[in-house]
């Protein structure tokens, strides 16, 4: 059973143009973390949300976790080659440090 | 560059080879996990160390076989793979994985590609 649907899982995009990418699941989550993967290395950690409604930016890159703490969001504005990776979603529901992921938006901007 | 350090990077074995791969960290973390990536998949959860002590298995077969000398390393022992078990195998840390475990970022290594013949 996949608790956290995340979607797209493909996006290909022009070079300046926005896109959003979802993770929605029926479950609460105490906590919600998005990564970033690029080829031949691990996820790297973007950000982690744990206030439901809260909103946080890094650069270019805008998270949002749900009010109800059951979704999360991540808004790319003007997104460029560098950006081109596999996103992922991970929720925990304080469960040992067990992450549930969702199945990840393959990226691919070009110039 | 990454704290979390895996050897080796790429490892190619046969059926009835026993290997090991290892996982090194230095940020003082006392919970680390080993999972399983499939190419363009969301890694999938094997194994959970907490304070160099197994807290959680992933119902993953006997061929897989973790080891935590200390609260640095993190080993896992090879034996008799399938070709299935062809995937990236990632290790993490994070600073625990008690009740809040979950909220603290994990840091994962760039992960040992591993090849089965």
């Known amino acids: 059973t996949q608790l956290l649907e995340q979607s797209p899982q493909f996006l290909s995009i022009q070079e300046g143009e926005n896109l959003t990418v979802y993770c929605n699941s029926s479950?609460?989550?105490?906590?919600l973390q998005w990564y970033r993967q690029e080829p031949g290395e691990g996820p790297v950690l973007l950000v982690t949300?744990?206030?439901?409604?809260e909103v946080k930016k890094l650069k270019r890159l805008t998270f949002q976790f749900g009010d109800a703490r059951k979704d999360s969001s991540l808004h790319i504005t003007a997104a460029q080659p560098g950006d081109t990776g596999l996103y992922l979603c991970?929720?925990?529901?304080?469960?040992?440090?067990?992450?549930?992921f969702g199945q990840g938006t393959e990226l691919s901007v070009k110039p | 560059d990454t704290e979390v350090t895996q050897t080796p990077k790429h490892l190619v074995m046969g059926m009835t080879n026993k290997k090991s791969l290892k996982c090194e960290q230095h940020?003082?973390?006392?919970?680390m996990y080993w999972y399983k990536q499939k190419a363009k998949k969301p890694p999938e959860l094997m194994f959970v160390?907490?304070?160099?002590?197994?807290?959680i298995n992933e119902s993953v077969p006997s061929r897989f076989s973790p080891e935590c000398p200390n609260s640095s390393l993190l080993n896992l022992h090879l034996h008799a793979l399938q070709p299935e078990d062809s995937a990236l195998y990632l290790c993490?840390?994070?600073?625990?994985?008690?009740?809040?475990?979950?909220?603290?970022?994990?840091?994962f290594g760039d992960g040992t590609r591993l090849s089965i013949l």
């Open positions: 993490a840390s994070s600073r625990s994985s008690g009740l809040l475990g979950g909220n603290q970022p994990q840091h």
């Open positions: 479950s609460v989550f105490s906590s």
């Open positions: 949300v744990v206030t439901g409604g």
């Open positions: 991970a929720g925990a529901r304080n469960q040992g440090g067990k992450l549930i």
């Open positions: 940020m003082g973390h006392r919970a």
């Open positions: 160390y907490s304070y160099e002590k197994l807290s």
